[in-house]
Nanobody, 125 residues
Framework: QVQLVESGGGLVQAGGSLRLSCAAS????????MGWFRQAPGKEREFVAA????????HYADSVKGRFTISRDNAKKTQYLQMNSLKPEDTAVYYC??????????????????WGQGTQVTVSS
């Protein structure tokens, strides 16, 4: 079992920044690929970013490339999503997830095994 708890969401103006955190407990955190997804009202959940177990490889959705940075601290069992130059279209509930089965940095939500409860990010124009 893995438990994931996100934090750091909130309301920010366009052009602002937020940093999301995802604290993990349960299994050995450092062995697994981690990811961030988001879901806006009326839309399907979409991939945002993924990071390898070591933190040396990352993968981003085109919509956030150059603005968001995913990172992790295995000693703290925490992954992060630094979000800069936020846009109103970034408004969504953001979820962290863990892939227990593969080292591939998948952008498909079906590849992830455990999910956090989500944290709301709202960007005002």
């Amino acid at each position: 079992q893995v438990q994931l708890v996100e934090s750091g969401g909130g309301l920010v103006q366009a052009g602002g920044s937020l940093r999301l955190s995802c604290a993990a407990s349960g299994r050995t955190f450092s062995r697994y690929t981690m990811g961030w997804f988001r879901q806006a009202p009326g839309k399907e959940r979409e991939f945002v970013a993924a990071i390898s177990w070591s933190g040396t490889s990352t993968h981003y959705a085109d919509s956030v490339k150059g603005r968001f940075t995913i990172s992790r601290d295995n000693a703290k069992k925490t992954q992060y999503l630094q979000m800069n130059s936020l846009k109103p279209e970034d408004t969504a509930v953001y979820y962290c997830a863990v892939d227990l089965r593969s080292t591939y940095l998948s952008g498909s939500s079906s590849e992830y095994d455990y999910w956090g409860q989500g944290t709301q990010v709202t960007v005002s124009s």
